[in-house]
Nanobody
Framework: VQLVESGGGLVQAGGSLRLSCTAS????????MGWFRQAPGKEREFVAA????????TYADSVKGRFTISRDNAKNTVYLQMNSLKPEDTAVYYC????????????????WGQGTLVTVSS
């Protein structure tokens, strides 16, 4: 599975961005999908994850109520809608794929994209 993220950029605090991650291959619907982020000088952290069919989602407390993860299996794409962005959301955002069950730890994900940079200015 190859993953390619897009949609990052520079946005002012309070603004919105939508990230996309498109997967190659025919097995996208066999994977739970997650979003992670890594800020400069910090460890990679969990942001959100979504189950195979999209029926179950889970979020980090820091983004709950502001970010929404969704997926379109027909398009092999997972999205991260980010609203009410804060400067502390600045990071490189990565999507990742993992076989079930739905997990939140980076080491349990098998495939990773190259990342897309999100910068939130104050």
């Amino acid at each position: 599975v190859q993953l390619v993220e897009s949609g990052g950029g520079l946005v002012q605090a309070g603004g919105s961005l939508r990230l996309s991650c498109t997967a190659s291959g025919r097995t996208f619907s066999s994977y739970n999908m997650g979003w992670f982020r890594q800020a400069p000088g910090k460890e990679r952290e969990f942001v959100a994850a979504i189950s195979l069919s999209g029926g179950i989602t889970t979020y980090a407390d820091s983004v709950k109520g502001r970010f929404t993860i969704s997926r379109d299996n027909a398009k092999n794409t997972v999205y991260l809608q980010m609203n009410s962005l804060k400067p502390e959301d600045t990071a490189v955002y990565y999507c990742a794929a993992a076989r079930p069950p739905l997990v939140r730890h980076a080491h349990e994900y098998d495939y990773w994209g190259q990342g897309t940079l999100v910068t939130v200015s104050s």
